[in-house]
């Protein structure tokens, strides 16, 4: 205790520093020269400035994975570089993000975080048809230019002068859109006429330096203080589980200790979890472990500080607890299944579950009340 009691007191001295350093990060005033960079992308190569000097024109878009604003400008950044390619003009991708300043709490509309290879994920599955880069290790280029939010948008001339910055368009819903604010400033450009509007607000997620690491660690502490509870899981409780009655996106995972890929699949299912349950999301995990082995599922869970709703088979007759959920399950586990408010069954996976598959399904079927159009960006093939 006394070994991890230093070893946070160090930790939050070095993130005070980072805190220090990171003052108020003024963005890059307009006619300033482009800061230099040399920054890994997802092809696996260093990027630097000098290598798009050919262009008439430079975009450096500050973006991310994560936020959900800058997930609804996917398509239109993609766009904005397939338009201008054969006209001079290079789109770069920056993403600023230091992934572990990014709380658990901040990830209820995403598939994955920041880091760099997460970035390669997204960018796959999306079909990034520009150069997109990583800050988030060092953040020195992320300070140099000054993203308040993603998406941030960074136009400069050919002689690299700023000429302007802030959003991409006026809406994050594609449809409100009224003014093309980057393209109207890259059309001033390649027509050599300087640019009416050199500067707009942003809207999206702030940019997460360093600083906030201290915050993730204490949501992640606060998470792992929660209780670990374990009830008797009856026949009649499985078939209430199976009808969903909750008006929530319900992930049912069935597990055993002596079940090798359950126990390794458990953490992925609890951070999902972690991540969702602000919304209208809940996990319920239910051990198929016979009922006088209840010490060693509760340890387990207790391990893995599971905070979800937890059940445990009431009776030693496996076979008829496994018909009372689903009398079309008829082997082992890990079981998983996805079920919608009403018990529509969205997804039933025997075996391990691809995590990155799951939390798709599961976003593309979460109520957006809240953020209308999130929903369909996941549902979308």
Known sequence: MVLRFVRLVVFLLAVALFADQDGQHPTLALGSAAPDF????????MHKLSEYSNAQVLAIVFTCNHCPTAQLYESRIKKLAD?????????????????????????????????????????????FNFPYLYDGETQSVSRAYGPKATPHVFVFDAERKLRYEG????????????TQDARSAIDALLAHQPVKVQHTGVFGCSTKWKSKQAGRVAELAKIEAEPVKLEDATAETLRKLRSNPTG???????????????MKELPDLETTYRMFRGRDFDLVTVSTNLPDERAGALKALVKQHASSRNYQFASDDTYAMQAAFDAKWESGVPYTVVIAPGGKLLYAQTGEVDILELRRLILGNLPDPDYIGHRAYWAAK
């Not at 901040?106 to 796959?124: C, H, N, P, Q, W």
């Not at 959003?167 to 009224?178: G, I, P, Y």
């Open 167 to 178: 959003r991409v368009d006026n809406s994050q819903r594609e449809s409100l859109v009224k």
């Open 248 to 262: 929530k996106v319900l992930l049912i995972n069935f597990w055993a200790t002596w079940c090798g890929p359950c």
């Open 38 to 45: 040399s920054l890994p992308g997802i092809d696996g190569q």
């Open 83 to 127: 338009d201008y390619r054969g006209r001079g003009v290079t789109l770069v991708a920056i993403e600023p993000n230091d992934p572990e300043a990014v709380w658990l709490s901040e990830l209820g509309y995403t598939d994955v975080s920041d880091s760099l290879e997460e970035m390669k994920i997204r960018a796959a599955y999306r079909h």
